[in-house]
Structure formats: C-alpha cells, structure tokens
C-alpha cells in the first residue's frame, strides 16, 4: 500500500537504516525522518576519534540531501526535536504540529550526562553531537590545558587526542579502576596502563568538586582530594541517558531506555524502537540488554522498520555485541558481555601495552573476547559466541592459535 506513512524519530545511525530497510523491503509509501538537531544523519563514533586528529577534519554525513530527498524520497523534519508521542491517534508531536503515523520507528538515540559544576563556564564540553566535537577541536588545536572527566572510551579518546599533539592532559576517574561495567576490573586495569604508557595523568578515585573560572571561562577544576588542575577545555565523559523525557505520560514502558520484546516492539501497536534508545529480550544471552554500539544501532534500525511494516512476520533481533575504541595508536575491541564468572588471558602480556587477548567465561561458556590490536582475531570469538560454543572449544582454539603463531 502506497498510502501509508512511516515515522522515524532520529536522525541518527538507527533512524537513517531505519529508512533504508523500508525501501530495501519495497515499502513505497510515505517516510518521514525527524531529527531534532539540523544537521543530516551523520556518524558518531569519528565524533572523538578521526574528526579529532585528521589534519583536514570532514563531516562524517551518512546522505547527502539529494540522496535522502530523492533517491529515498524521504521528507525530513530537522532542527526541531519530538516533544510527544500520542498513542491514541497515532501522532508524534514535533514542535507546534503533530506527525500521524502508520508504522513508527523510535531511534532517538542517547543524551550525554553533564556535571552539576561548570554550567554556563566557555571551554566546559561533552562530546556527543557534532558541534560538540567542532569545538573540542578548536580548543585542541589552540594547545589547551585539558582535564578529561571520566575514563571510558570516550573519554579515553579524547585523552589520546589531545596526547597526539603533545597536550597536557589529566584524566580523571570517581571509580577506583576505569571501565569494569565495560570490560571487568582485572582488563578494565589493563586498559587504564595505555594512559600511564602514553604521558596521561590518570587520576583515580576521586571526583570533581567544581569547575572554576574568571569571566565566563573555564579556568581549573577542583578535586574532591583537595588538588586542583589547571584547564582550559573541561571534557565531560561520565556516559549517557537513553533520550526518553518527551515520552513521558505516552504510556510506553521506559526503564533504562524503551522496553521493547525480542522484536523490538514496544507493545503499542506499529510502534518500535532501536539503536541506544532500546531495551530488549537479546535471546542469545538470554537477558535485557540496551546497547550504545555503532553495530547494533544500524542493525536494529533496518529490522525494526521492517517488523513495524509487516509485523505479522516480525523477527526476533539476536546479537553478539560488538564495540571498538582507538587509543594512542592501538585499538580496542571487545565482542559479547562482561559479565563473568572467570577472565583468561590467552595471548600477549597485558603489562606491555602492545597486543593481547582475553576471553571471558560464564558458567562452561565463552561469553567474550576483549582484544588490543587483535584485529585478526576478534571476529573468529565473536563467531564463536554467536555459536555458543563452550569454554572448552574457545581455549582449544585460542591454543591453536597460539601454535600457529610460534
């Protein structure tokens, strides 16, 4: 049927593959992409990465205009964010109008976490859209003194940016070891040795008091140990929120995001969601899950526009998660949970900073892989989680290798 309309809400990664999985499929009716910043759907993870460092920076678009407007024939509603969601009549409010809907997509992704200091100080940033990036940069370029809030892999990056080019930088963490709920304490101890390896104060332990400054401008941050650093660029990398406030009183289930069942339905008729903004049954962990991966949103996005137009076939969406971050050089790459009973270094020396592998058990299965700059490898475990292979078979083959490097 030619006269139907679909409604993607975000112009992000999930919403634009939400849109070209409704034209794959032959859906010729009506689309509509909302995004509520006005820019075209672009990439975010060159965000703190290459559009930090390339001597001659280009915006990661996905689409030009003409591809979207006319090869995709998608009308676009950018600049103006959803501010409501009717289940009633089947309408999404956007701005002073209201959209109506036959299928309806939610992708509207995540929002970063800011500091209750620093509000209203220049040089105070988060690193999630792209005007937040256009101006780390310029502060980066201009050779700022540079205090990173929170050693994630955001924020981790952002370190190593500002280290290319020779920038003072601390990096401050409240938790005593960085990233445990991403990859576990004992790696998560291993990762945080490429900042010590790298010229990066890594502070841990400690949180930020306040951000203080003279004349609207950021000047030092203040610890909660009594010491203060010197900054002018404040970067803020203490996570993100599923962007869910304006679905408030819609009626959809929200709990750390959209709660959605293993097709990524949101129990309200021709209404689903993916990429950040989803929560949903992953059956091959058997668990709720709610992903912030590059991965998962381009592949939820295309089959949640396809279960919402044809839900009597709907699919369930399974994953092997998958994320990566670039750090001083090196890539880090982790595929599956961290939740484990056991974590086995299987090859190189996590001591040295250059290269290993470490695989994660659960119960008598493998349930993750965590590499740094194990490119060749780390695929191989994801195929093998994805096949629920047992702790067995993963060390059998991680000896194989081994073998076969010697």
């Known amino acids: 049927m030619t006269d139907r309309h679909l409604v993607v809400v975000g112009a992000s990664l999930a919403g634009l593959r ?36 390339a ?19 998608v009308g676009l509603e950018l600049g103006v964010p959803a501010a409501g969601l009717d289940l009633a009549e089947r309408a999404v409010l956007v701005g002073d109008r209201e959209i109506g809907y036959d299928a309806l997509v939610l992708a509207t992704g995540a929002q970063a976490r800011t500091l209750p200091v620093g509000a209203g100080l220049s040089g105070v940033h988060t690193v999630r859209t792209l005007d937040d ?26 370190a190593s940016g500002a280290r290319k080019r020779g920038l003072p930088v601390t990096l401050v963490e409240a938790a005593p070891t960085p990233l445990v709920r991403a990859v576990g304490k004992r790696m998560g101890a291993a990762c945080a040795d490429l900042h010590r390896l790298n010229g990066t104060d890594l502070r841990c332990g400690v949180g930020v008091v306040d951000i203080e400054g003279r004349a609207g401008r950021a000047e030092r941050v203040v610890l909660s140990d009594g010491s203060t650093v010197d900054a002018d660029l404040v970067v803020v990398g203490v996570g993100a929120d599923p962007a869910t406030g304006w679905l408030a009183g819609s009626g959809l289930t929200v709990d750390n995001g959209i709660v959605c069942d293993a ?74 949970v961290p939740q484990a009973d056991e974590v086995v270094v299987v090859d190189g020396d996590v001591t040295a900073g250059r290269r290993w592998v470490a695989l994660y058990r659960e119960a008598d299965r493998l349930v993750g892989a965590l590499t740094l700059n194990g490119q060749r490898v780390v695929m191989k475990y994801r195929g093998l989680i994805a096949r629920r292979a047992s702790w067995a078979q993963a060390m059998e083959f991680a000896a194989a290798r081994r073998s076969a490097a010697a």
Do not use: C
């Open 55 to 73: 001597p001659e920076p280009q915006v990661p678009t996905y689409r030009g205009e003409d591809v979207l407007r006319g090869e995709l024939a």
């Open 263 to 336: 097709t990524l339905a949101t129990g309200a008729p021709g209404v689903y969601a993916a990429g950040d903004v989803a929560r949903w049954h992953n059956a091959l962990f058997d668990r709720p899950m709610r992903l912030e991966h590059w991965t998962s949103a381009a592949d939820q996005g295309a089959l949640a526009a396809r279960n919402a137009l044809d839900p009597g076939n709907a699919e369930p969406y399974e994953t092997v998660p998958y994320f990566w971050s670039d750090w001083y050089g090196s890539r880090i790459q982790f595929v599956g």
């Open 133 to 158: 990036a256009r101006a780390v940069r310029a502060a980066l370029d201009a050779g700022a003194r540079t205090v990173v809030v929170g050693a994630g892999f955001i924020g981790s990056e952002i």
């Open 18 to 53: 939400a849109v070209e999985g409704a034209r794959k499929a032959g859906f010729a009716g009506r689309v509509t992409l909302v995004g509520g910043e006005p820019h075209l759907p672009y990439d975010r993870p060159p965000l703190s990465k290459a559009f930090l460092d």
